[in-house]
């Protein structure tokens, strides 16, 4: 094995460095997928409440006769959940559709929120634009406290804060967090975000490590990390793919990473990172890249309170 697969967390808990990723994967598709995972040899799914295919993947584990013991199932908070008494009926109905009765991990998926509307996940006001709520991360963090302290949840994480909310959170938590959950990729190394963290306890995971190129918003002038001279040129030296390089980058970093695919070859490929390293030097080399640019920046929210990505350096 090329390296060890596991990352130590503040607990002692030891979390899969390399996860399933689920953003995107269609109802239809993603019950195969998480079969085809769980065989191959994963141990460790990613999922969110938005990604509006929880009750499949909750199919596929059950299906997979996996032990629950065996798995780290990672979820995700949303935006209209943040209201303290919400936090609650979001992590339930998670559970209820996963089928579980605990999650190894929970984030708050991002720092700003949106009103609460049932099952509307993106509500609107009249002129289109997203109905935004001002309820502090802060309260919603205590929230999942309480949730950790009934053993319905392992391990409480944020996902998208910047490091001043994370710093906030870090001086007025009972329960400090255990991951950051990030955007990671040679064009958006975040090298000091990594470094803020790490410095408090935080393990940290990379999503995007590809450049998410089947985001809905892609732009035809947007980088392609999989078309990158240095990606290729590395694939052909280490005889990779150039995804593998970019899904061994954080790995080489220490950093956990969570590729998503539904494709059984690329479920395999993106695993098999496991059996080979990068040089230190050729690290370096990907994230000298470093053009500060993110894939998913979600720009549609910046008028929101406590939209993480303005008025602050990392």
């Not at 607990?11 to 996860?19: E, F, H, L, S, T």
């Not at 269609?26 to 998480?34: D, H, I, S």
């Not at 995972?37 to 938005?50: P, Q, R, S, W």
């Not at 959950?181 to 999503?207: C, L, N, S």
Request: charged residues 25%.
């Amino acid at each position: 094995e090329g390296s060890v697969s596991l990352v130590t967390l503040n607990d002692g808990a030891k979390m899969p460095i390399v996860g399933l990723g689920t953003w995107k994967s269609k109802p239809g598709e993603v019950k195969a997928a998480v079969l085809h995972a769980l065989k191959y040899g994963y141990t460790h799914i990613d999922c969110a409440a938005v990604y509006g295919n929880e009750k499949e993947i909750g199919a596929a584990i059950s299906e997979s006769n996996v032990k629950r013991e065996d798995i780290w199932i990672t979820s995700k908070l949303w935006n209209t959940f943040h209201e303290p008494h919400r936090v609650r009926e979001g992590l339930q109905k998670t559970l209820s559709d996963l089928k579980l009765s605990y999650l190894d991990l929970y984030l708050i998926h991002w720092p700003h929120c949106f009103v609460y509307d049932g099952n509307n996940l993106f509500p609107k006001n009249e002129d289109g634009s997203i109905k935004y709520a001002e309820y502090d991360y802060l309260d919603t963090w205590k929230e999942l406290e309480k949730l950790y302290d009934e053993g319905l949840i392992k391990h409480i994480g944020l996902s998208n804060f910047n490091s001043v909310q994370i710093q906030r959170i870090i001086d007025n938590c009972r329960i400090r967090p255990s991951v950051l959950q990030i955007e990671i990729h040679p064009y958006a190394p975040q090298q000091k975000i990594i470094d803020f963290v790490r410095a408090r306890g935080m393990a940290v995971t990379a999503y995007a490590p590809l450049g998410s190129p089947d985001r809905p918003w892609a732009l035809g002038e947007d980088p392609s990390l999989l078309d990158d001279p240095l990606v290729k040129a590395l694939a052909e030296k280490y005889n990779k793919t150039p995804a593998q390089i970019l899904i061994r980058f954080p790995i080489d970093r220490g950093v956990i990473v969570i590729p998503k695919s539904v494709t059984p070859t690329r479920i395999e490929q993106n695993f098999d990172v496991l059996k080979f390293s990068l040089s230190a030097e050729d690290v370096n080399a990907l994230i000298a890249l470093d053009r500060n640019f993110k894939f998913c920046p979600l720009t549609r929210d910046t008028g929101a309170k406590y939209y993480p990505f303005k008025d602050v350096e990392f």
